[in-house]
């Protein structure tokens, strides 16, 4: 694989525990601002998606879900799509800083899901993931496990379909780095209620 040939994304998705506007989830709403913040300011942050009829940055198509929506009572659900640099960089802000925080609280706002959280993979340096291809992936991780075209973090591939070795002290460089730019949003994360 050659550096700058590919970028990494990242979809997620969850169902909460109960509907907008529920107090159960104003945990996870009122983090949400710093989530993107912290993420804008992240080293290797390309971009995410935003939701149409939102305001905030364009959607990258039309908002679509995993099949795992089905039954649950939901029209919508919390997700995410973004674009990073590499594995390394989205794990240093996924599992640090102000998106850590969120993750040690995730189980109060939702449901112990049977499907996995995310998935990743690589696009072409000019592409960009839609929210289709994104929802596809994650079912297609569940139904056929880790692969070069949906996998995980714990199972992680190169763009041309090898096993790939995270570079751990490279994450722990990112880790450094991001936490000076983003001191003031973990402060403010730390302050409110669970």
């Known amino acids: 694989m050659v550096a700058g040939q590919y970028r990494l994304a990242i979809y997620n998705f969850g169902l909460h525990v109960g509907p907008e506007g529920d107090p159960r989830v104003d945990g996870f709403v009122s983090r949400e601002p710093a989530n993107f913040e912290a993420a804008s300011r992240a080293s290797g942050f390309i971009g995410r998606s935003g939701y149409r009829g939102v305001p905030g940055p364009r959607s990258w198509g039309k908002q679509a879900f995993p099949r795992f929506i089905d039954g649950s009572g939901f029209g919508s659900a919390p997700s995410s799509l973004s674009l990073w640099a590499d594995i390394e960089s989205l794990m240093a802000f996924s599992y640090n800083g102000v998106h850590a925080d969120a993750l040690k609280h995730a189980r109060n706002w939702n449901i112990k899901p049977s499907w996995p959280p995310l998935v990743l993979w690589w696009v072409g340096e000019h592409g960009f993931p839609d929210w289709s291809d994104g929802a596809s992936r994650l079912e297609h991780l569940h139904d056929h496990g880790a ?48």
């Open 147 to 194: 692969s070069a075209r949906a996998f995980t973090f714990k199972e992680p591939f190169t763009a041309d379909g090898e096993t790939y070795a995270i570079d751990r002290e490279k994450v722990r460089r990112i880790v450094e780095e991001n936490s000076k730019g983003q001191a003031d949003l973990l402060a403010h994360v730390l302050t409110l209620k669970v």
